[in-house]
């Protein structure tokens, strides 16, 4: 069993940046995949960006490639810095972890059987 628990999450201006962690509890986050997703109120959860098991591949939804960069310590630990941070990526953010041991990252969060409470992120304009 994998426990997960995000922190980093608060009001920022617009053009700041933030950075998010999620620590896990149980198992080691080594062997799995993982991703960071987030929803905005009245909508669905959104993906945000994955990273492999090994950390060596990643992939990130259009709206946040070039601005945020997901990144783990193959250990215990997977980061999410957010730089140019715009009104509308506030919302929860929500790390979670592959249910299978070394599956390729996936952008689906069927894929994914861990997940954490969120952390929430507002961004001022």
């Known amino acids: 069993q994998v426990q997960l628990v995000e922190s980093g999450g608060k009001l920022v201006q617009a053009g700041g940046s933030l950075r998010l962690s999620c620590a896990a509890s149980?198992?080691?986050?080594?062997?799995?995949?993982m991703g960071w997703f987030r929803q905005a109120p009245g909508k669905g959860r959104e993906f945000v960006a994955a990273?492999?098991?090994?950390?060596?591949?990643t992939d990130y939804a259009g709206s946040v490639r070039g601005r945020f960069t997901i990144s783990r310590d193959n250990a215990k630990n997977l980061y999410l810095q957010m730089n140019a941070l715009k009104p509308e990526d506030t919302a929860i953010y929500f790390c979670?972890?592959?249910?299978?041991?070394?599956?390729?990252?996936?952008?689906?969060?069927?894929?994914?059987?861990?997940w954490g409470q969120g952390t929430q992120v507002t961004v001022s304009s």
């Open positions: 979670a972890a592959n249910g299978f041991l070394q599956q390729p990252l996936s952008n689906f969060p069927s894929d994914y059987a861990y």
């Open positions: 149980g198992r080691l986050l080594s062997a799995y995949s």
């Open positions: 990273i492999s098991w090994t950390g060596g591949s």
